[in-house]
């Protein structure tokens, strides 16, 4: 089991950086992280994602070159950096763990808030 605990949401001016973390329970260097949204009356959208040991990412095209995800793993965190932020990235970010064998994320975070004001 994999506790996630996320922070750093809040309230930011377009065009303005936030900082996400995700701190998980233990170790969990051997399990794929990725960050989710999901805005009012919309489905749960994939943000990003990083392989264990951080060495492949991947963005949906909406965030591509504004968002950074990264991990540490000696801190069992891992990171999403936003900047250039918009009024249509206002969601509710999760943080979420996936073992490297595993086809599904299994573990997730309870949420942190982010709204963008135009």
């Known amino acids: 089991q994999v506790q996630l605990v996320e922070s750093g949401g809040g309230l930011v001016e377009s065009g303005g950086p936030l900082r996400l973390s995700c701190q998980a329970s233990r170790t969990f260097s051997t399990y794929i992280m990725g960050w989710f949204r999901q805005a009012p009356g919309k489905e749960r959208e994939i943000v990003a994602t990083i392989s264990c040991g951080g060495g492949t990412t991947s963005y949906a095209d909406s965030v591509k070159g504004r968002f950074t995800i990264s991990r540490d793993d000696a801190k069992n965190t891992v990171y999403l950096q936003m900047i250039s932020l918009k009024p249509e990235d206002t969601a509710v970010y999760y943080c979420?763990?996936?073992?490297?064998?595993?086809?599904?994320?299994?573990?997730w975070g309870q949420g942190t808030q982010v709204t963008v004001s135009s």
């Open positions: 979420a763990a996936r073992a490297h064998w595993a086809a599904k994320y299994d573990y």
